[in-house]
T-cell receptor
């Protein structure tokens, strides 16, 4: 079955540590996205990538970094510079980044807690 | 500033009730409006609306867009406990191909 796999489901870290969230897709989609979801807030775009070896900042990129070395994989690193990292992180993909033609498919998310 | 506003933010109903969820928007370069259902983890796509007045329907769910008044509604008839979820509304901006999300409406359907 094709889909998006995010791991781990739950992640706990101490303040000051970097942490990397995994996102893998076997849908053969070109475009991949990272969103952050906080209680009572809409989804906010962190980073997106429309093609391998290229990515762009979203609305809240500060304190995060990504890489896109393979089409299937788009890991997100939450650095110690992110002031408020505790949140639910959703990875998504679309066929070609033209969201009018191909709505986003989402993974099941990673809940990150930093204490 | 681009924004999408959903109302109500939370709603509790009994099985069998009909509910209407609202989504209004002020977004530059509007291209389409999307509805997603988020039960526990992954949001799943429900509808994409691009033209005013044309109802999209899937089973007990239906949605319509009014581009003059800048809003959309999502109707759910004969609600079931399985409809309990957060319903997300998002507007796709042309050019940037970015989605602007609302905060969501949390629907709870009690037996």
């Amino acid at each position: 079955d094709g889909g998006i796999t995010q791991s781990p489901k739950y992640l706990f870290r101490k303040e000051g540590q970097n942490v990397t969230l995994s996102c893998e897709q076997n849908l053969n989609h070109d475009a991949m996205y990272w969103y952050r979801q906080d209680p009572g807030q809409g989804l906010r775009l962190i980073y997106y990538s429309q093609i391998v070896n290229d990515f762009q900042k979203g609305d809240i990129a500060e304190g995060y970094s990504v890489s896109r070395e393979k089409k299937e994989s788009f890991p997100l690193t939450v650095t110690s510079a992110q002031k408020n990292p505790t949140a639910f992180y959703l990875c998504a993909s679309s066929i070609d980044g033209q969201l009018y033609n191909s709505p986003l498919h989402f993974g099941n998310g990673t809940r990150l807690t930093v204490t | 500033e681009d924004k999408v506003v959903q109302s109500p933010l939370s709603l509790v109903v009994h099985e069998g009730d009909t509910v209407t969820l609202n989504c209004s928007y002020e977004v530059t370069n509007f291209r389409s409006l999307l509805w997603y259902k988020q039960e526990k983890k992954a949001p799943t796509f429900l509808f994409m609306l691009t033209s005013s007045g044309i109802e999209k329907k899937s089973g007990r769910l239906s949605s319509i867009l009014d581009k003059k008044e800048l809003f959309s509604i999502l109707n759910i008839t004969a609600t079931q406990t399985g409809d309990s979820a957060i319903y997300l509304c998002a507007v796709l901006q042309g050019g940037s191909e970015k989605l602007v999300f609302g905060k969501g409406t949390k629907l709870t359907v009690n037996p």
